[in-house]
C-alpha cells in the first residue's frame, strides 16, 4: 500500500550547524508534500509545503526539496537553533486526497 | 493563524465509559479530521467530515463515531472505552481545497483504566 518513511529516527546536530532531515514515499502519484514540527506536549505544527510541479521550496531558514525520479523528499532547516528539537514529519497526499504521515524523525540539537 | 482548541489537555476514563472529545477551529474551515497518535505507529486518521452534517470513516474508525453539528466543531465519541484506545488524539481542519495543511491542535491525552 500507499506508505510515507523516514530514514533516521534521531538526528543530532551541533548548534549552528545545517540539518537535513530526509523522506522517502512510495507513490509516485502523490502530488502534494506537508513537513511538520512537533514539538513535546504539542500538535503537529506546520513548516512548509510543496507540490509536485515544484522541485524546491524556500521559507525561513527552511527549505523542501522534493526528487520525484526516486520519490525522496528532504527538509533542510539552516543554522540550527536549540528552539528546532522536536519531532519531524513528512506527509504526502494521496490519490484519495488524504494526507499519510510517516512516523516522525527526532531532531537534537546540542549547544 | 488559525486556531484549532481541544477541550482537554489529558482525561481518565473507565473501560465501558462513553467518552467525548470536543474540537473547535475558529477559521470558519470546511473540513476536520480526527487522529489518534501512538509512539511507533505515527498519526492515523479515525474520521473526517468535509462539511456539516457531513463524516467519512477514515483508517480505523472501528469503536469510534463523530458528530460535526456546526461548521466549527467537530466531536469524536468512543462509544465504550476500551484499554486499546488510551492514546494521544489529534484534532486539525483545513479549508476546503485539497492541496492545502492541516492544522492541528494540541492534542487530547487519553487515558482508559
Known amino acids: 500500500g500507499e506508505s510515507v518513511g523516514l530514514h533516521l529516527p534521531t538526528l543530532s546536530v551541533q548548534e549552528g550547524d545545517n540539518s537535513i532531515i530526509n523522506c522517502a514515499y512510495s507513490?509516485?502519484?502523490?502530488?502534494?508534500f506537508i513537513w511538520y514540527k512537533q514539538e513535546s506536549g504539542k500538535g503537529p505544527q506546520f513548516i512548509i509545503d510543496?507540490?509536485?510541479?515544484?522541485d524546491k521550496r524556500q521559507g525561513q531558514r527552511v527549505t523542501v526539496l522534493l526528487n520525484k525520479t526516486v520519490k525522496h523528499l528532504s527538509l533542510q532547516i539552516a543554522a540550527t537553533q536549540p528552539g528546532d528539537s522536536a519531532v519531524y514529519f513528512c506527509?504526502?497526499?494521496?490519490?484519495?486526497?488524504?494526507?499519510?504521515f510517516g512516523s516522525g524523525t527526532r531532531l537534537l540539537v546540542r549547544p | 493563524d488559525v486556531k484549532v482548541t481541544q477541550s482537554s489537555r489529558y482525561l481518565v476514563k473507565r473501560t465501558g465509559e462513553k467518552v467525548f472529545l470536543e474540537c473547535v477551529q475558529d477559521?470558519?474551515?470546511?473540513?476536520m479530521f480526527w487522529y489518534r497518535q501512538d509512539p511507533g505507529l505515527g498519526l492515523r486518521l479515525i474520521y473526517f467530515?468535509?462539511?456539516?452534517?457531513?463524516?467519512e470513516k477514515g483508517d480505523i474508525p472501528e469503536g469510534y463515531s463523530v458528530s460535526r453539528e456546526k461548521k466549527e466543531r467537530f466531536s469524536l465519541i468512543l462509544e465504550s472505552a476500551s484499554t486499546n484506545q488510551t492514546s494521544m488524539y489529534l484534532c486539525?481542519?483545513?479549508?476546503?481545497?485539497?492541496?492545502?495543511?492541516?492544522?492541528f491542535g494540541n492534542g487530547t491525552r487519553l487515558t482508559v483504566t
Open positions: 486539525a481542519s483545513r479549508n476546503g481545497g485539497y492541496n492545502s495543511p492541516l492544522h
Open positions: 510543496i507540490r509536485s510541479n515544484m
Open positions: 477559521m470558519d474551515h470546511e473540513n
Open positions: 507513490n509516485s502519484a502523490s502530488d502534494y
Open positions: 467530515s468535509y462539511d456539516v452534517k457531513m463524516k
Open positions: 506527509a504526502e497526499m494521496d490519490s484519495s486526497y488524504k494526507l499519510i
